[in-house]
């Protein structure tokens, strides 16, 4: 049986290489423009352009195809883990809604590490998700100051616009780093499940205010 986000792991890492490639030449642009303006203007000016105008809109067309693909990974962990905590628009909430956010990314992605690493098969991935929710955080609270930074005042010093972008680079090469993971783990658990092996063990359902509040006002609608 497919998994539900099996196509979207395959388009979403095709667009995080994509973006992960933009953020690369941004970083080495900006680089030659701090070292050596003339240069700059003669030799990387209008590349520079062109992916300053081309990676905007391919940035959006990125977040919303990320934001389906997190809903069916959490369809899919749900159908796995009969007592998975986070319901797929739980996960929504958590990477959507301002200031929880900053719990909500990071959280999302230690629990479906702590799931799978229980699991033989997608231990090395479950480990390896775990790891980069913290850095994940970090990574995406550090450049969104660093743009605002930047962004506030024109006149920052060469170091800070470099490293912002750098962090960017970071960002991009962890978000794709997850996304493989992720497809990774969830089919080698598939595998089993269709193998007739042994089914992963239950975990205790965890407290997530989020996916239980979702799902009891879900419920009164229903009743009603």
Not at 207 to 213: F, M, R
């Amino acid at each position: 049986m497919p998994l539900k986000s099996e196509m979207l792991s395959k388009i979403l890492t095709i667009l995080l290489w994509i973006l992960t490639a933009f953020s690369v030449l941004s970083l080495l642009t900006t680089i030659v423009y701090v070292s050596d303006l003339d240069l700059y203007i003669t030799y990387v000016y209008s590349l520079d352009g062109f992916i300053e105008v081309f990676s905007y809109p391919f940035y959006f067309i990125v977040v919303i195809v990320y934001l389906i693909w997190i809903y069916r990974v959490h369809m899919d962990l749900n159908t796995l883990f009969s007592y998975y905590p986070r319901t797929p628009g739980g996960s929504l909430v958590c990477m959507l809604l301002p200031i929880y956010n900053f719990y909500g990314i990071p959280s999302t992605f230690n629990i479906l590490g702590e799931h799978l690493k229980r699991i033989p098969a997608a231990q090395k991935q479950g480990l390896s998700i775990k790891g980069l929710a913290a850095p994940l955080i970090i990574f995406f609270l550090g450049g969104r100051w660093l743009k605002q930074l930047v962004n506030n005042h024109p006149d920052v010093d060469s170091t800070v616009l470099v490293l912002t972008f750098a962090v960017d680079v970071i960002l991009n090469i962890v978000y794709l780093v997850i996304c493989m993971r992720v497809a990774k783990g969830l089919t080698n658990i598939q595998n089993i499940k269709d193998n007739h092996q042994t089914p992963p063990p239950e975990l205790e359902k965890p407290t997530d205010w989020i996916s239980t509040t979702l799902e009891n006002d879900f419920g009164a609608d229903q009743k009603s």
